[in-house]
C-alpha cells in the first residue's frame, strides 16, 4: 500500500486476482464514455432551452430546486455556457438481464485507488491486461487539463476520506506541478487548472469557491468539473424518460444513443407532488397520487427512494430507502420525506432490478487463507473527456469492481466488500 494510504480510515477485502468481464460486457462499457458524453451535452442544452423559453419551464424549475440564487446564476453564466463534467462515472450493476446504470457521478471517489490497483494488479498479473492499462488511470486525469503545468485539487473536509488517494494520484504525474489543497487554498496563478473535488451543496464549507469561480468565468483558470449543480442531480434519468421530451432526446442523442440508454437506465420519476387532472396517473405505476406510493405491498415495492441531488444525504449510499427491505411504517415515512422535500431537495423513485450473483474471493490475512464468496457486484467505469468541442473524446481509464456479501441490499465500498479492478477474457462472470 501507499504510505499515506488510499481511503482515510477505510479498509476492503483484497482480491487475489482482477474481476472477469465477459468479452461482450468489457466492450460495451468501453464505448459507453461517448454515449454518456453526449448525454451530458443534451442535458445542457436541455437546461438552457428551458431557461430561454425554448423548452418547457417546468425542466429548469426541478433542475433549480432548493440551489441558492448566486449557484443558479453561475449555472446560466455564459461563462460555463457549454462546460460539461470531465470525469464520468456511471454506477453499474450486473443483473440477470445484463446491467443497469443506476446513478451518474461527476465528482466521484475512486480514482486514485482504480489508478493503484490497475498499476498493482497489472505488475503482479503480467499475463492479465487491465481494462484501462496499468496507467489509465492517471494518464486519464492528467490529459483532461491539456496543456495546463499548475493542476490544484481542491478536496474539501466533506471528501476528507479521499484526500489520500489523490495526493497518490498527484505524485504520479511527472513533469507538471500537481497538488492537493484544502478548501482554503487561493494562491491561484493566471493558467492554472482546477480540479474541483467537493460538491455544490457544500460551498458554505469552501472558502476559496467564490474566488475559484470567478477566476474560472474571468478565464484565468480552467475548472472542472463546472460550477453547474444540474449534473450532480440523479433527476437526469427521470428527465430521460419522460415522455414529453422523447423528441428532444431522438434529435440530442440520436435514436441508437437513446434507444441505448433506455435499455440500461431503470425507469426513474421525481416524486413531485403537483396535482394531477382525475383521469392522468403517473406512467409505469399506475398511481393518481403520490400519497398512493404508501399503500403499497412490500413485494410491489421493488423501489428505490433517494435524493437526487444538492444535499449531504445525496453521495455515500446516504438518503436512500428500499422499498421491499422496510417495515410499511418505514416506508410511509421514507414517502412522507420525499413529498415534503420536493421544493428544497427532490427525491427520485427508481426501478430496482435485483443484482445477480457473482462468484469472487478474498484473502485473510489474519488466518492466512483464501475465502470464496458469492456476491453482488458493481461496476464503476471511469472516462476522462480530453480535448475540446467537437474533438473532446472521453478514454475509459479504468474499472473498479466492489462484490459485497450477497446478503447486502446496496452495494458501496464497505469494510465487508472486495474492491478489485477489471480484465476482460471468455471467463468472466
Not at 483484497?14 to 454518456?36: C, M, N, Q, W, Y
Not at 445542457?44 to 449557484?71: F, H, T
Not at 496563478?189 to 460538491?199: I, L, S, T
Not at 464497505?414 to 474492491?419: D, F, G, R, Y
Request: charged share 25%; proline share 7%.
Amino acid at each position: 500500500m501507499p504510505p499515506g494510504g488510499l481511503f482515510a480510515g477505510l479498509q476492503w477485502r483484497i482480491s487475489l486476482a482482477p474481476f472477469p468481464l465477459d468479452t461482450h460486457l468489457a466492450k460495451e462499457i468501453e464505448s459507453l464514455g461517448r454515449v454518456l458524453l453526449q448525454f451530458y451535452r443534451a442535458v445542457n442544452l436541455l437546461y438552457r432551452r428551458s431557461v430561454e423559453g425554448k423548452q418547457s419551464a417546468w425542466i429548469a424549475r426541478w433542475l433549480d430546486l432548493g440551489k441558492p440564487a448566486e449557484l443558479i446564476a453561475l449555472q446560466r453564466s455564459p461563462a460555463f455556457k457549454n462546460d460539461v463534467p470531465r470525469v464520468i462515472r456511471p454506477d453499474i450493476l450486473l443483473t440477470e438481464n445484463g446491467f443497469g446504470i443506476t446513478e451518474l457521478d461527476s465528482i466521484p471517489g475512486g480514482i486514485g485507488l482504480t489508478g493503484w490497483l490497475n498499476e498493482t494488479y497489472s505488475r503482479l498479473n503480467a499475463e492479465t491486461k487491465i481494462l484501462g492499462g496499468a496507467d489509465g488511470m492517471v494518464r486519464g486525469f492528467e490529459g483532461i487539463f491539456g496543456s495546463a503545468k499548475n493542476v490544484h485539487i481542491i478536496v474539501s473536509e466533506e471528501a476528507a476520506t479521499y484526500r489520500p488517494e489523490m495526493e497518490w494520484l498527484a505524485h504520479q504525474i511527472k513533469g507538471s506541478e500537481y497538488r492537493v489543497q484544502n478548501s482554503a487554498f487561493s494562491d491561484f496563478q493566471e493558467g492554472d487548472a482546477v480540479y474541483r473535488f467537493f460538491e455544490l451543496f457544500d460551498l458554505p464549507n469552501v472558502s476559496s469557491a467564490k474566488k475559484i469561480f470567478e477566476l474560472a468565468a474571468e478565464k484565468k483558470i480552467t475548472l472542472t468539473p463546472p460550477p453547474k449543480p444540474l449534473f450532480e442531480e440523479k433527476m437526469l434519468f427521470a428527465l430521460l424518460w419522460n415522455w414529453n421530451l422523447r423528441d428532444f432526446w431522438r434529435q440530442e442523442l440520436g435514436e441508437g444513443f437513446f434507444a441505448r440508454l433506455k435499455k440500461i437506465i431503470p425507469y426513474t420519476w421525481v416524486v413531485d407532488p403537483a396535482p394531477m387532472p382525475p383521469h392522468a396517473a403517473i406512467p409505469g405505476l399506475d398511481l393518481t397520487d403520490w400519497q398512493q406510493l404508501k399503500t403499497l405491498s412490500q413485494r410491489d415495492r421493488e423501489l428505490i427512494l433517494k435524493v437526487s441531488g444538492f444535499s449531504e444525504k445525496a453521495w455515500g449510499a446516504r438518503g436512500v430507502f428500499f422499498g421491499s427491505d422496510l417495515p410499511q411504517a418505514d416506508w410511509v415515512a421514507a414517502v412522507d420525506e420525499a413529498i415534503a422535500s420536493f421544493e428544497k431537495s427532490p427525491f427520485v423513485l427508481q426501478r430496482y432490478e435485483k443484482p445477480r450473483l457473482v462468484e469472487a474471493a478474498w484473502f485473510d490475512f489474519d488466518k492466512n487463507e483464501t475465502v470464496p464468496l458469492k456476491g453482488r457486484a458493481r461496476l464503476c467505469p471511469y472516462y476522462f473527456v480530453s480535448g475540446e468541442g467537437d474533438a473532446a473524446r472521453p478514454q475509459l481509464g479504468g474499472i473498479l469492481a466492489t462484490v459485497v456479501p450477497a446478503d447486502k441490499k446496496i452495494i458501496h465500498g464497505m469494510t465487508e466488500a472486495i474492491l478489485a479492478p477489471c480484465t476482460a477474457g471468455a471467463a468472466g462472470k
